[in-house]
């Protein structure tokens, strides 16, 4: 996606505020001083500012200026968040945090699923299931399919809290299934065990769907231990979700 110069502005001080150059408690430098360092006007850098504290990295207020904000308030289910903490290095505890939510979230939304998913939702979660299993045998991109499937399951539960939660979530689950696919096989390992869940969610049984979404996540878990460990360098996740080979 092209951005304009507010995106640009907001895409570059956020960046550095989530890689630590701007620590907590201290100032972003003063209007002119970023105008004259990025080159904007006084009311891009303005914007920018607003749609920084509006994703809880920033606080301004009188005598203060522009503070930089704890990371404990910062809006984690914001999209560009992610992708600058991604961009900077995913830290230990972001991927504990993130493995930790999936394990509250997604158990209870598939037992929700399981109970009030509709013949529509069903058709969705089918045809994300269908868009893996093709791009593990031909070829192609595994992840937006697996991330269609699990928010899938979200808007399935039919909570309106989880249905609002599964847009936000989306970033969150990308960094989870790029890092976990990298390693070798992993998507094919977990095709059936999203078989297993997709079928549980059909035969309406909410104790096997909660059963068979714990085992998958556990298994994408150990996946990502897997590269974590293994590899000197994260993939990259500032661009398009990148394909798999045919297996």
Not at 42 to 49: L, M
Not at 159 to 165: H, I, S
Not at 185 to 206: R, T
């Amino acid at each position: 996606m092209i951005k304009n110069v507010h995106g640009n502005t907001v895409d570059y001080l956020g960046a550095a505020i989530v890689a630590g150059q701007y620590p907590v408690g201290t100032s972003l430098p003063p209007e002119p001083m970023l105008c004259e360092q990025l080159g904007v006007s006084r009311t891009v850098i303005r914007e920018s500012v607003k749609s920084l504290v509006a994703k809880g990295l920033i606080f301004t207020g009188p005598k203060v200026g522009t503070r930089v904000l704890p990371e404990e308030q910062w809006n984690w289910f914001d999209p560009d968040v992610i992708a600058w903490q991604a961009k900077s290095g995913l830290t230990p505890e972001f991927l504990r945090d993130l493995q930790e939510l999936r394990q509250v979230v997604e158990p209870a939304a598939v037992r929700l699923a399981a109970l009030r998913a509709t013949p529509a939702d069903i058709q969705g979660l089918t045809a994300a299931y269908t868009g893996m299993k093709k791009a593990i045998e031909e070829g192609g991109d595994y992840v937006t399919h697996d991330m269609h499937f699990h928010t899938g399951m979200l808007v399935a539960s039919h909570n309106r809290m989880m249905v609002q939660m599964s847009k936000a979530l989306g970033a969150l689950l990308r960094t989870s299934f790029e890092i976990s696919t990298t390693r070798k096989d992993a998507p094919k390992a977990a095709l059936p065990l999203h078989k297993a869940v997709l079928d549980a969610v059909i035969a309406k049984n909410p104790d096997k769907a909660e059963k068979a979404i714990r085992v998958l996540i556990e298994g994408a878990h150990q996946d990502m231990e897997h590269v974590l460990t293994s590899r000197r360098k994260l993939p990259s996740l500032s661009g398009p979700a990148k394909f798999i080979k045919a297996s």
